[in-house]
């Protein structure tokens, strides 16, 4: 029995392992694939970065739109400072909006599009707090730069007996960092029929 004991292990013994230039080899490998395995993390990392962050942009311009066409739709007495419909007047667009909100307490709203010191386009809001109107504030970020927005009211007269209804067309671009998105958004908006 011993000696099947030191047979096996003179068979180990002689077994030959791993050359020098063999372990080198498997290591140059191996750092290779390490190497490629992070540069592609890094790139898909730095990527998801982008796109949260234009995400980031989307949202506060889609909440400046719902913000609009909620109050919009709830609001009476909605005006352009000129006559803009948009089957009459498409190439002749309105750059402000004047309503009456009834969301909480009933008071003047007065949407439009206006330049900031910057020189980046914005959509800007101002209501009527006491008979004083408020400043305008920005509902965009920075950001965003927009380069157009058109209002287009149909069926605001009363005496018409049509519901009002309102189109808004929006272009711009966001940025972030070195990335640029460019967007068009236009929505109808159906206001409530003046009671």
Known sequence: MMKKIFQKIKVNLDQEGFTLIELMVALTLFTIVVMAAVSSLYTVNNAARKVEAMRGLLDNLNFAMESMSRTIRTGQNITTPTECTFSQHYDLPCEELSLTSTLGVTTEVEYRWWFNAANNGEIQKRFMD??????????????INIQKLSFYVDGNQAADGEQPEVVIMVQGVATTENDIAPFAIQTFISARAAE
């Open 130 to 143: 006491n008979g004083t109107w408020s400043n305008w504030v920005s509902l965009t970020a920075p950001e």
